[in-house]
T-cell receptor
Framework: EDKVVQSPLSLVVHEGDTVTLNCSYE??????LLWYKQEKKAPTFLFML????IEKKSGRLSSILDKKELFSILNITATQTGDSAVYLC??????????FGTGTRLQVFP | GAVVSQHPSRVICKSGTSVKIECRSL??????MFWYRQFPKQSLMLMAT?????????EQGVEKDKFLINHASLTLSTLTVTSAHPEDSSFYIC????????????FGPGTRLTVL
């Protein structure tokens, strides 16, 4: 059965800390792995990873995929209170379908 | 950009009524649209996939007669929750994709449905 597992389920840090969010997947016909940030409403797209070992960066956020180990991480450096959200990892399979993990709830306190 | 809108953002209805939710891609043509539901503190669960002009493909366990999906054009898909019951109360989110192997899904802001 296809699944995406994220860890930790929740994380509480202080501003300025660096965090690493983990995502492992078992997805048949895997095509890519995506990271989303979800605050109070719908998820907003962060990264799409298709190739192993190539880091994608956007400001303080970065992500990398390991297709051999079926694993991805999302790093956030110098966290800010605005980073508080649920971070979702999703595996893309078949045509455009996504299977989501349960998310990591990040809380950043001042 | 790739903007997806949903309407309404929030709806409260009585048990037994039907509710229609619209999903529009505002600045691109969406080959495929997806409908998800999300219960509190849970992840998004795919309900169905729809392609313009053809019948939607429903995920296992999703009743197609209860959740009617119409994808009438490349920019509009609708989800109708028929004879809604309190257990249908949830956050419904649509997403749209241009298609192609490298495109991602762009999510609408979601619709919170409360059935009394």
């Amino acid at each position: 059965e296809d699944k995406v597992v994220q860890s930790p389920l929740s994380l509480v840090v202080h501003e300025g800390d660096t965090v690493t969010l983990n995502c492992s997947y078992e997805v048949t016909n895997f095509r890519s792995l995506l990271w989303y940030k979800q605050e109070k409403k719908a998820p907003t797209f962060l990264f799409m990873l298709t190739s192993s070992g190539i880091e994608k960066k956007s400001g303080r956020l970065s992500s990398i995929l390991d297709k051999k180990e079926l694993f991805s991480i999302l790093n956030i450096t110098a966290t800010q209170t605005g980073d508080s959200a649920v971070y979702l990892c999703a595996g893309n399979y078949n045509t455009d379908k996504l299977i989501f993990g349960t998310g990591t709830r990040l809380q950043v306190f001042p | 950009g790739a903007v997806v809108s949903q309407h309404p953002s929030r709806v409260i209805c009585k048990s037994g009524t039907s509710v229609k939710i619209e999903c529009r891609s505002l600045d691109f043509q969406a080959t495929t649209m997806f409908w998800y539901r999300q219960f509190p503190k849970q992840s998004l669960m795919l309900m169905a996939t729809s392609n313009e002009g053809s019948k939607a493909t429903y995920e296992q366990g999703v009743e197609k007669d209860k959740f009617l999906i119409n994808h009438a054009s490349l920019t509009l898909s609708t989800l109708t929750v028929t004879s809604a019951h309190p257990e249908d109360s949830s956050f419904y989110i649509c997403s749209a994709s241009r298609g192609g192997s490298t495109d991602t899904q762009y999510f609408g802001p979601g619709t919170r449905l409360t059935v009394l």
